[in-house]
């Protein structure tokens, strides 16, 4: 980073180069205008081309790039507006327990090494203990250091989605490859509703084959 850089601070985004707001339903994310007019680092280019030990160059992506990717990744996730500012620092303040302490303490541990993970996890716990405010951070997070693509859905609306797309005769495989083929996919209220044979078939449908596919699955659940 270069001197200059150094010595700027964006008091628009707080040097973070991202902004993160609530948009009608889900987070919405932007690239701070103020830090993007000109990149300092590549020059605009979206690349930086760097010698390697032989003195030949290597190109790398810029990491103003990355942090427009971030950005979209976040319009993507579909992350509840209700928790577009919510944040480890803030959730432990908030909560106030010893308990929870170790959870994030867990969960930031966890995602540093979440490229070599092959387990899913599972929160569970009665109406209001922070599952849902815990999964939309562990899933912000997952996106701003590691840019990994995730999907945050609530169970209910999975399977409306789901019906949506049979009445719309679409086919089965069109319907399901979002749930089957998201590198990490969020399912929020598990097993909420009705617990009908065909929403049986459909969670183990999804299950099973993000298992063989070694891409991992979050839920949350009060049961």
């Known amino acids: ?20 707001y609530p948009g009608t339903h889900f987070c919405e994310a932007q690239v701070c205008e ?19 030990k032989e003195r030949q160059d290597d190109i790398y992506t810029c990491q103003c790039q990355i ?15 209700k928790y577009w500012h919510a944040n480890f620092y803030n959730f432990q303040r908030i909560a106030k327990q010893k308990q929870l302490e170790q959870i994030i303490k867990q969960q930031i541990d966890w995602i540093k090494d979440i490229d070599k993970m092959e387990r899913s996890f599972l929160f569970y716990g009665n109406p209001g203990s922070g599952k849902t405010r815990m999964l939309s951070i562990v899933l912000k997070e997952i996106i701003l250091q590691k840019n990994i693509p995730c999907k945050f859905i609530e169970f209910t609306s999975l399977l409306n989605e789901i019906k949506t797309g049979y009445d719309q005769n679409k086919p089965q495989d ?3 490859a979002p749930l089957r083929e998201i590198d990490i996919l969020a399912i929020d209220e598990l097993g909420k509703g009705r617990n009908t044979d065909w929403a049986q078939s459909i969670l183990d449908d999804i299950i099973s084959t993000r298992y063989n596919s070694k891409k991992l699955t979050f839920f949350t659940t009060n049961y």
């Not at 103020?34 to 390697?52: A, M, P, R, W």
């Not at 942090?67 to 507006?81: S, V």
Request: proline share 2%.
């Open 1 to 20: 980073m270069s001197e200059t850089e150094l010595q700027t601070h964006c008091s628009n985004c707080n040097n973070e180069k991202i902004i993160i």
């Open 174 to 176: 069109e319907i399901m």
């Open 34 to 52: 103020q830090c993007s007019k000109h990149c300092l680092t590549c020059q605009g280019l979206g690349f930086v081309i760097v010698k390697n």
């Open 67 to 81: 942090i427009k990717n971030q950005a979209a990744l976040i319009n993507k996730a579909k992350i509840p507006q």
